[in-house]
Nanobody, 126 residues
Framework: QVQLVESGGGLVQAGGSLRVSCAAS????????MAWFRQAPGKEREFVAA????????YYADSVKGRFTISRDRAENTLYLQMNSLKPEDTAVYYC???????????????????WGRGTQVTVSS
């Protein structure tokens, strides 16, 4: 049974940094895309970043490009999101997700993914 467990969220001041993690278990993720989405109160869930587990290719939403970095540790089966220069508008619940057959054109669509974690709260104060 696949499990995705996020951790590392918290409260940080604007301009600060935070790293969230996602511990993945239950299968091998070779060939999978893994991603981070976020959802702020009253807003729709939005794509943040994705990575191809095997080859390491990365993809980012324009709103976080240059500030956030997605990475993975294949030996530890852990996905990371390093967030720098945080802004109050980055405040959201951050979700880890994995998909076994996600087309590149569909990376930003939540429905393309198979498994989801429960999320971790990130709050950026101004």
């Amino acid at each position: 049974q696949v499990q995705l467990v996020e951790s590392g969220g918290g409260l940080v001041q604007a301009g600060g940094s935070l790293r969230v993690s996602c511990a993945a278990s239950g299968r091998t993720f070779s060939g999978y895309h893994m991603a981070w989405f976020r959802q702020a109160p009253g807003k729709e869930r939005e794509f943040v970043a994705a990575i191809y587990w095997s080859g390491g290719a990365t993809y980012y939403a324009d709103s976080v490009k240059g500030r956030f970095t997605i990475s993975r540790d294949r030996a530890e089966n852990t996905l990371y999101l390093q967030m720098n220069s945080l802004k109050p508008e980055d405040t959201a619940v951050y979700y880890c997700t994995a998909g076994g057959s996600v087309r590149i054109a569909d990376l930003s669509r939540g429905r393309a993914y198979d498994y989801w974690g429960r999320g971790t709260q990130v709050t950026v104060s101004s």
